[in-house]
């Protein structure tokens, strides 16, 4: 997590919301992203997105059954749905979204099999997003 960590930095240094991933399989980092939706001019530019993209290319395969999303947010409904197909095997994220997370949907959006571990780095993660969000209102 403390990688997905750095990869939230970056974000926040290049004025993103402070959201980085990365995907591990068999230990070894094979993806790393942070969001990009303002750089690229892409809603669908998070980092969780981008990660799981970076992954598949490196895997050549579609399916991330044997790997690890590490996420310093709870992944939205949309990068919820794309871990679903991926077939993700873990989700580990920081802090929880109690605006957009996927857990407010209700219904069971990951894959079935996909381990979902919450809550590591919470603080950090979450320190984050609030010095973010306080540049922004000018706090």
Same mark, same amino acid.
């Given at each position: 997590?403390?990688? =997905?960590?750095?990869?939230?930095?970056?974000?926040?240094?290049?004025?993103?919301? #402070?959201?980085? =991933? /990365?995907v591990v399989c068999h230990d070894?980092?094979?993806?790393?992203?942070?969001?990009?939706?303002?750089?690229?001019?892409? =809603?669908?530019?998070?980092?969780?997105?981008?990660?799981?993209?970076? =992954?598949?290319?490196?895997?050549?395969?579609?399916?991330?059954?044997?790997?690890?999303?590490?996420?310093?947010?709870? #992944?939205?409904?949309?990068?919820?749905?794309?871990?679903?197909?991926?077939?993700?095997?873990?989700?580990? @994220?920081?802090?929880?979204?109690?605006?957009?997370?996927?857990?407010?949907?209700?219904?069971?959006?990951?894959?079935?099999?996909?381990?979902? /571990?919450?809550? /590591?780095?919470?603080?950090?993660?979450?320190?984050?997003?609030?010095? @973010? @969000?306080?540049? /922004?209102?000018?706090?």
């Amino acid at each position: 997590m403390g990688e =997905a960590l750095k990869e939230a930095r970056k974000a926040l240094d290049l004025g993103e919301v #402070p959201v980085g =991933a /990365i995907v591990v399989c068999h230990d070894k980092i094979i993806a790393r992203a942070h969001n990009q939706t303002e750089q690229l001019t892409d =809603a669908t530019a998070h980092a969780e997105m981008l990660a799981v993209t970076t =992954a598949s290319y490196e895997l050549g395969s579609k399916y991330l059954n044997e790997c690890a999303l590490y996420v310093t947010l709870e #992944p939205c409904v949309m990068c919820a749905g794309a871990l679903h197909w991926v077939q993700l095997q873990k989700l580990v @994220f920081g802090a929880e979204d109690v605006q957009r997370g996927y857990s407010l949907a209700g219904s069971p959006l990951l894959h079935p099999r996909t381990e979902v /571990i919450k809550g /590591i780095y919470s603080t950090e993660s979450k320190a984050l997003l609030a010095n @973010f @969000f306080d540049r /922004i209102r000018g706090v």
